[in-house]
Every structure is written in C-alpha cells, then in structure tokens.
C-alpha cells in the first residue's frame, strides 16, 4: 500500500541548508501533484511548495512568496520528490509534511489524498 515518508530535516544555523525527501512507497509517479507544507505550533499547515509530475516530468512549479529563489524542488521521476531549501531563516522552521495526490486533478487547486507524518526542521539564529 501507498506510504509517503518524509526525512532530511534537522537542526540547522540560519543561512544554512538542507534537502528533505518525500518518497511514496509502494507506488510510482504517473501524473501526480506533490505538495510541500509546513505547521508551527498554534498555526494552520500551509502550503510551502508544490510540483506536478507527468510522464516523469516536472510540469507545474509553485512555491509561496517567502520561499522564492531559495527553495527549489526536484524528484527522481519514480516516487521521490525533494525540497532543496537554502538561505534559511528563522521562519522557515516547523514541520514539514509532504501529501499526494493520485485521484487525477491539476496541482493548482489539488485535493491531496494522502500525507506523510512530517521532518522537522529547525533554524537557529
């Protein structure tokens, strides 16, 4: 059965980097929205990025404003997605979870069917 799991997160100095990974066990892209969120305590999840993938390519990018240029994503065309996030900052920090969609529908307004249980992230200034 289909599993997404998140990792890569960790404890990181502002500035710095890292690369969080999403695979879907258990199932292989076809045409499929993946997104990226983040939640802070006392906050809602939001939305950090997300990426559309078809045939194995990457056909749709998206990432919120406070994000651009310093987070890019990437995927393995099988069933791996991942976050690249540099020049971190402060903010950036929470729990990052990715979801997936496999019922058909555009990345635009997707309905996610399935979440992992989320990397944390932490950024020291």
């Known amino acids: 059965s289909l599993r997404l799991v998140e990792s890569g997160g960790g404890s990181v100095q502002a500035g710095g980097s890292l690369r969080l990974s999403c695979v879907a066990q258990g199932y292989t892209f076809s045409s499929n929205c993946v997104g990226w969120f983040r939640q802070v305590p006392g906050k809602e999840r939001e939305v950090v990025a997300r990426?559309?993938?078809?045939?194995?390519?990457?056909?749709?990018e998206w990432f919120t404003d406070s994000v651009k240029g310093r987070f890019t994503l990437s995927h393995n065309a099988r069933n791996t997605v991942f976050l690249q996030m540099n020049s971190l900052k402060s903010e950036d920090a929470g729990m990052y979870y990715c979801?997936?969609?496999?019922?058909?529908?555009?990345?635009?307004?997707?309905?996610?069917?399935?979440w992992g249980q989320g990397t944390e992230v932490t950024v020291s200034s």
């Open positions: 990426i559309y993938i078809g045939g194995g390519i990457t056909r749709y």
């Open positions: 979801a997936l969609t496999t019922a058909g529908g555009n990345c635009q307004d997707p309905v996610f069917n399935f």
